[in-house]
């Protein structure tokens, strides 16, 4: 159990659901919607941000910070992380589900799908330095997709100006070219 409950009121009527039946209601497992922030294996969280092109010249100290200051978001199937154009302001990195990746190019009617997304993706890593306008738009697919996230204020306000840490990288070349302006 994560909490307790007492009550002050002499007199109580509680309800009891079975947890199949709350599962079945509900269209997905129990699991999958409790925030799993307290379940994460922050090792390998850490891990995983070391591995980020845009991280490489922090210091260990420094990528705890970054994963401290990050935040729990969850979308539902079919919701958007972000859409194409939307300013980019927050980094994220997907700690469970699924989703695909989708641009829009000029004179087209629908998006195109052009990468998918699975656990310990991550994206948005330009917004930590750039006001620039998303590339593309990111859209859960699974029944819920889980992103630890941080943004661009946060990141500075700990670490200062991350342009001030690439110049000992050249990450725009290692990544896979669809993704370099995402």
């Not at 307790?4 to 002499?10: C, H, M, N, V």
């Not at 070391?50 to 729990?72: C, G, H, W, Y």
Request: glycine share 6%; hydrophobic share 35%; net charge positive.
């Amino acid at each position: 159990r994560y909490a307790s409950i007492r009550t002050k009121s002499l007199k109580l009527h509680c309800m009891c659901v079975r947890r199949e039946g709350l599962e079945t209601a509900l269209g997905c497992k129990l699991e999958e919607m409790v925030p799993d922030k307290y379940r994460l294996d922050r090792r390998e969280l850490l891990s995983r941000l070391r591995e980020v092109e845009l991280f490489k010249s922090l210091n260990p100290a420094q990528i705890e910070t970054v994963a401290d200051e990050m935040v729990e978001s969850t979308f539902p199937r079919g919701g958007w992380v972000f859409k194409q154009n939307d300013i980019g302001d927050r980094f994220h990195i997907i700690t469970s589900g699924e989703a695909d990746v989708f641009r829009t190019e000029l004179g087209a009617d629908k998006p195109t799908k052009i990468s998918e997304l699975k656990q310990w993706s991550f994206f948005g890593e330009r917004a930590l330095m750039t006001d620039e306008r998303r590339y593309g738009g990111i859209r859960a697919t699974s029944p819920q997709l889980k992103t630890l996230s941080i943004d661009r204020a946060t990141f500075e306000a700990e670490l200062g100006p991350l342009k001030e840490h690439l110049k000992t990288v050249n990450y725009k070349s290692r990544l896979p070219r669809t993704m370099r302006k995402i």
